[in-house]
């Protein structure tokens, strides 16, 4: 056979074998694509702004990023068992069990979420890479925030003092259980990794939880303890997005509303205490 | 021209190997896309907690502002009395103003028509990479395909028949270079340019010396051990770089740089050596000279790159690095057992060593010294290796030779107290002693070990007593170069006669002769005519050496010490006195 007939073969064999063999991981992409969506949706619903612009609007986006990440666990779910092995082979799978983690938990199917991180972090589990693995260690705070937010805003069936105390106090240390633990993860992350913009605002997260549940439960401020506590998150977020360097001038000020709508939900006072 | 043949079965073979790496790429890239994540649930609007919580730690709030307000704020916060819902809402309307107010001031951002803004930044705020910045342990798209094809061209020219013309010089040599990167994977090996440097080099210097190339088959044999030996040193400090500290180009620069530095003298001083004796270098087992050869760049490239950024990078030219390398790889040839096998590591620690113990005084630090010293303790080890290096790699500190260039330096950079004049010799003057010192102690190793192995202290006990001498006694005649001289010949005759470093009067006897002699010469008093004829440089050194000759034949005593002392007297005074002399005739007299 002469160069010339063999060379378009031999492009269309290589090119046949690369998109076969490039299959797994694109449905791997698409489950990432479909998460990002929930994901952003999930965040939407809860901007400010959007909350304030009717109910109806947010219901129809708490339609969507249910289904969004139903998809994600469908998706993942339903790969074959060559697809798997083919993830597991490109050190894949990992990232695709933990956004089926991270859907479960959106989903507040909280146990099946532990049970399957469990799974992820034991010995002989997928290969796990360093952000997933992040996620999993901050799963059972990310749970427990979630906790406290549904303690806090669920309705009270006696308004009797003893149930608002003790309700006021599963909260409580729902939130300083799940502050403690990503105080750990914190403590293992450099300064300026994106990661750590996150696990601040669910620390945050928490903190407006916190501050709903003593106005709600008990008619008061937060006790400087915890005034304190939230102070000190708001100021490392506020530090965060001052240390993230090469941002454009409309993301600087992007960041910049995003930090003050937490400054605005807790109630944080910089004129009278500024971040040192 | 190549086959048809083989050039399908190798276009299918780079196909596929293409196709591997760019798929390798593609789920490297999976892997590491960023995901937006979400929060745990909150409620995102602010409300009266958040108002009263803001307003409760402010006093000013609560006196001062709207009349409606502080008395919303009286109510909720002094009076602890519950709100309507009315007055919540209203509450938080005069909150948001305030915080709105505020954002203004400080750069006009506003709550108002910042909902996209907020939701975007928030997105970004959320928006997380699977590594950190430099942590990717995965390389790059563009370097795994651009890495993939030079992997192919390399195969293309080593595995297809004809690809390089091998009945030409370079032809030559660059297969064998070609071959010497034939196990190196160069879509997951960080090598930056080494490559294409090596290359260059290669051509280079077998342009520069036609001999090297030789259709000997040593030498490619060299070229192709020397480039894989350090392009795996390479990969591996730059893998080890990253790791540590991230990515940083002007480190990995400087390892690249010194490599090819390393290759060019490897190449350039091996070739000529084999070229210049092809049966008696590297007549060694094929294996062993390629071990050697390994051994040597990689001692090389250690020397300075194992020591702090910028502390040798300046002290090693070209030329000091050829002459050390010419060295190693002679003892190479005679001693290749210290090259491979357990003892690989040896040159490698003996030149650490060296680098870090000598390398401490800032003199010997210029360009050349160091070097120098280190070729002359490499190049005279092989004189006697199992008594000058007894351990060999386990502790580079016990070889005499290290020993004695540290004891040297230390003595002749040491800061005295102030003196009359104070002599201050310059780095070539402190290597060419060092040289001296190693190729006495190589000599002689009794300097530094008895006759049953115990340490002496010979070397540094004369070495101290004869710069003491000189210090003491020499004045502005008594130059750096003079001093060196000295030095030497006080080296030479303590070797010749071992009585010179017996003690007498409580000092070496050395010292004591050279006392005496360089008091006669160097008399504050001396006859300006005589002191005329005495200065140069050349006149000392032969009056010094005759004496110390004169010494060593007739026998080292108190009494022949005077002698001598008396006979240059008498000379001087000769000349002070306008009577014909020669150097030749003093030199006669002291003999």
């Known amino acids: ?99 089926r983690v991270l859907s479960l938990w959106r989903l507040g199917r909280f146990d099946e979420a532990r049970t399957a991180a469990d799974k992820l972090t034991a010995p002989g589990a997928p290969e796990v890479a360093a952000r997933d693995r992040t996620l999993l260690e901050a799963l059972p705070a990310l749970i427990r925030i979630d906790e406290a937010y549904l303690k806090a805003e669920r309705p009270l069936a006696s308004d009797s003092a003893e149930e608002r105390t003790t309700r006021l106090a599963a909260v409580q240390l729902l939130v300083d259980t799940a502050n403690g633990t990503l105080d750990k993860l914190l403590a293992k992350q450099p300064r300026q990794e994106p990661v750590v913009g996150y696990l601040i605002q669910s620390q945050l997260a928490a903190d407006t939880s916190l501050l709903r549940a003593y106005r709600k439960l008990q008619s008061s401020t937060l006790p400087d303890i915890a005034a304190e506590k939230t102070h000190e998150h708001f100021c490392a977020l506020q530090t965060f997005k001052e240390g993230r360097a090469g941002l454009s001038a409309e993301e600087d000020r992007a960041m910049q509303a995003a930090v003050d709508d937490w400054q605005a939900r807790l109630g944080v006072n910089l004129d009278e205490k500024p971040c040192s | 021209m190549p086959a048809q043949a083989q050039i399908i079965l190798f276009a299918m073979q780079s196909a596929v190997r293409l196709g591997a790496a760019a798929r390798r790429a593609y789920v490297d890239a999976t892997l590491a896309r960023e995901l937006v994540l979400p929060l745990p649930s909150f409620v995102a609007a602010p409300g009266i907690a958040a108002a009263l919580q803001f307003f409760s730690q402010s006093p000013r709030m609560l006196a001062e502002g709207p009349r409606r307000r502080r008395d919303l704020l009286d109510k909720a916060l002094v009076q602890r009395v519950q709100l309507s819902k009315d007055e919540n809402d209203e509450l938080v309307i005069f909150y948001m103003e305030v915080m709105v107010s505020t954002w203004r001031a400080r750069d006009g951002g506003s709550m108002a028509d910042g909902s996209q803004l907020s939701a975007a930044g928030l997105d970004a705020l959320v928006t997380v990479r699977q590594w950190s910045r430099g942590a990717d342990p995965n390389p790059s798209a563009a370097q795994r395909l651009a890495g993939t094809f030079v992997s192919i061209g390399v195969q293309y020219f080593t595995q297809v028949p004809g690809a390089l013309d091998e009945s030409s010089r370079s032809g030559r040599a660059l297969l064998a270079l070609l071959r010497g990167f034939e196990e190196i994977d160069f879509a997951t090996e960080p090598l930056g340019k080494l490559p294409e440097k090596l290359f260059y080099a290669t051509l280079e210097t077998v342009g520069a010396d036609p001999s090297i190339a030789t259709s000997d088959l040593r030498v490619q044999k060299l070229i192709s051990a020397t480039a894989s030996s350090l392009a795996t040193d390479v990969h591996e400090r730059i893998a080890e770089l990253r790791a540590a500290s991230g990515p940083d180009s002007n480190q990995e620069e400087r390892i690249q740089e010194w490599a090819e530095l390393v290759f060019r003298s490897v190449l350039g001083s091996a070739g000529r050596l084999v070229a210049g004796d092809p049966e008696g270098y590297l007549g060694i087992r094929d294996a062993a000279s390629a071990d050697a050869v390994k051994t040597v760049a990689g ?109 040297a330096v230390e003595l002749l950079t040491r800061e005295w107290p102030a003196g009359r004049w104070k002599v201050k010799l310059g780095p070539d003057q402190i290597s060419g002693v060092v040289e001296a010192v190693v190729a006495e102690v190589a000599a002689t190793p009794g300097w530094l070990f008895d006759s049953v192995g115990k340490q002496n202290a010979q070397l540094r006990v004369v070495l ?128």
């Open chain 2, 299 to 407: 001692a090389a490239i250690a020397l300075i790159l194992d020591q702090p950024a910028g502390k040798l990078d300046q002290v090693f030219t070209r030329d000091s690095l050829d002459a050390l390398v010419r060295a190693s790889l002679q003892v190479a040839a005679r001693h290749p057992e210290l090259f491979s096998g357990v003892h690989e590591p040896a040159l490698r620690n003996m030149l650490a060593a060296l680098a870090g113990e000598v390398g401490k005084f800032e003199r010997v630090l210029q360009p050349n010294a160091l070097p120098r010293i280190a070729a002359a303790v490499v190049a005279e080890t092989a004189r006697n290796v199992p008594v000058l290096w007894p351990e060999l790699a386990t502790d580079p500190r016990k070889h005499l030779l290290v020993t004695a260039a540290t004891t």
């Open chain 1, 1 to 99: 056979m002469s160069w010339k007939l063999a060379r378009p073969r031999i492009v269309g064999a290589v090119a046949a074998a690369f998109l076969a063999a490039c299959a797994a991981p694109s449905a791997l992409r698409d489950a990432q694509d479909a998460f990002n969506t929930a994901a952003s949706l999930d965040n939407r619903e809860r901007s400010a702004a959007e909350l304030r612009s009717g109910e109806g609007q947010a219901a129809a986006s708490s339609l969507s990023r249910d289904a969004a990440y139903a998809a994600v666990i469908e998706r993942i779910e339903g790969m074959t068992w060559r697809e798997k092995s083919r993830l597991q082979a490109d050190k894949l799978l990992g990232n695709a069990l933990t956004l």
């Open chain 2, 464 to 591: 101290e007593a004869v710069v003491g001498v000189l210090r003491a006694r020499g004045d502005a005649r008594l130059n750096g170069d003079t001093a060196a001289a000295i030095l030497r010949a006080s080296l030479a005759a303590v070797a010749t006669r071992a009585e010179f470093g017996a003690q007498l009067a409580g000092v070496p006897a050395i010292a004591s002769a050279l006392d005496r002699v360089l008091a006669q010469l160097f008399e504050p008093a001396l006859d300006p005519k005589a002191a005329w004829a005495l200065v140069r440089s050349e006149v000392v050194i032969a009056i010094v050496q005759s004496a110390l000759a004169g010494l060593a034949a007739r026998g080292v005593s108190q009494a022949e010490i005077e002698k001598t002392a008396t006979t240059l007297r008498e000379q001087i005074d000769a000349i002070a006195d306008g009577g014909a002399w020669t150097l030749e005739s003093v030199r006669k007299a002291l003999s």
